[in-house]
C-alpha cells in the first residue's frame, strides 16, 4: 500500500482494500464461470485490524458456493510487512456474483466439485448465508 493509499492516521482507506476484495472476487467467479460476471453484493464487512502504508495486501478468493446463475465468492485478506514477515489476516468478506451473457442477463453456471470435507461444509455455509439473505429480503421488501 501506498501513501497515497491512506487516511490522515495511516491506515488504508476500508474502500481501497474493498475495491481490491471486489477484482479478486470477480476474477475468480469469471475463472469458475468462464463467462464475465458482475458484482450483486457484499456481505458484511469487519475491518479487524487496520493496513499501514508500506504493508503488502493479499486477497485470496475461492468460490464456497455456486446457485443457478449466482456464485458466493469468500476473500480472505491479508497484510504482511515487507521488513518483518509478519503475517495478519485483516478480513473475510463474502461476494455475490451472477454469469452473464452479451446482453448482460444472468445465465447458469457450472456446479462445484466438492471433494474435500472442507469443500462440503463451506458450500453448506454458503448456501445458509445465500438463505438468510433471500430471508432478509422478504423481510425487508427488497426486490430480489
Known amino acids: 500500500m501506498m501513501p497515497h493509499h ?3 492516521l495511516g491506515h488504508v482507506f476500508g474502500g481501497v482494500i474493498l ?9 475468480t467467479a469469471a ?14 464487512v469487519d475491518f479487524r485490524e487496520p493496513i499501514y502504508a508500506g504493508e503488502l495486501v493479499t486477497c485470496q478468493a475461492l468460490v464456497t458456493f455456486v446457485g443457478h446463475t449466482s456464485m458466493e465468492i ?3 485478506v491479508l ?5 518483518t514477515g509478519k503475517e495478519r489476516h485483516t478480513n473475510t468478506c463474502f461476494l455475490t ?7 448482460s442477463r444472468p445465465v447458469p453456471v457450472r456446479s462445484l466439485k466438492l471433494e ?3 469443500e462440503q461444509q463451506r ?8 438463505e438468510v439473505r433471500q430471508a432478509l429480503a422478504r423481510e425487508l421488501g427488497d426486490d430480489q
Open 19 to 27: 475495491a481490491m476484495v471486489d477484482r479478486a472476487a470477480a476474477v
Open 116 to 118: 474435500t470435507d472442507e
Open 97 to 103: 456474483f451472477v454469469a452473464v451473457d452479451e446482453q
Open 79 to 83: 497484510a504482511e510487512n515487507l521488513l
Open 6 to 8: 491512506v487516511n490522515n
Open 123 to 130: 458450500f453448506r455455509d454458503g448456501r445458509r448465508r445465500r
Open 31 to 44: 475463472r469458475h464461470s468462464r463467462r464475465p460476471c458482475v458484482t450483486v453484493s457484499i456481505d458484511r
Open 74 to 76: 469468500g476473500v480472505r
